[in-house]
């Protein structure tokens, strides 16, 4: 079956723009969650969604948001970009929320230069 | 403050040595895992430890959960070059995942 799907894989963005990140989870996963990886900071939880709610949520500024759709896909979004902000998003997706060792399955991220 | 400690940061080792990349917190999971991520690719998922003392293997690779459920290690025996990578762990904690910074193994033929 089809993996996590994330677009865009590469983009360039300059200060104060914003960006919204696309993330299409495995087909029948519910559970998708945003990671922020940077070589400084290493993977950062952004925020958790299930059924198009909101679960859990890292210690990430406002500026960062996302939402989930009907058919668990699911976008983030970070507003007034700034140079800190570049790095390398990460979705992941499962079938249930997170506990009892449930298994989630990485897309191959979507890297954000801010210039 | 990371709440998982990873060691060593990076690590760089002849092909067929064995070597122990571990993960400390002061905290008690519910879960933890092990990924291995490639450049330009996301991390994949190695293996999950749920029980305290729990030891899982996977071909030339050892997992062990410590028996508080605060630590774990990754032992891998007679290192390939393929072994090469980033290696994390990530452990549950309040319905979150929250992971080590990561170790970095480069295995020279």
């Known amino acids: 079956k089809a993996g996590v799907t994330q677009t865009p894989r590469y983009l360039i963005k300059t200060r104060g723009q914003q960006v919204t990140l696309s993330c299409s989870p495995i087909s029948g996963h519910r559970s998708v969650s945003w990671y922020q990886q940077t070589p400084g900071q290493g993977l950062q939880f952004l925020f958790e969604y299930f059924s198009e709610t909101q679960r859990n949520k890292g210690n990430f500024p406002g500026r960062f948001s996302g939402r989930q759709f009907s058919n668990s896909r699911s976008e983030m979004n970070v507003s007034t970009l700034e140079l800190g902000d570049s790095a390398l998003y990460l979705c992941?997706?499962?079938?249930?929320?997170?506990?009892?060792?449930?298994?989630?399955?990485f897309g191959e991220g979507s890297w954000l230069t801010v210039v | 403050t990371q709440l998982l400690e990873q060691s060593p940061q990076f690590l760089s080792i002849q092909e067929g040595e064995n070597l122990t990349v571990y993960c400390n917190s002061s905290s008690v999971f519910s879960s933890l895992q092990w990924y291995r991520q490639e450049p330009g690719e996301g991390p994949v998922l190695l293996v999950t430890?749920?029980?305290?003392?729990e030891v899982k293997k996977l071909k030339r690779l050892t997992f062990q959960f410590g028996d508080a459920r605060k630590d774990s290690s990754l032992h891998i025996t007679a290192a390939q070059p393929g072994d090469t990578g980033l290696y994390l762990c990530?452990?549950?904690?309040?319905?979150?995942?929250?992971f080590g910074a990561g170790t970095i193994l480069r295995v020279k033929s």
């Open positions: 990530a452990g549950e904690y309040g319905n979150k995942l929250v």
């Open positions: 992941a997706s499962s079938l249930r929320l997170r506990g009892g060792g449930n298994t989630i399955y």
């Open positions: 430890v749920v029980t305290g003392g």
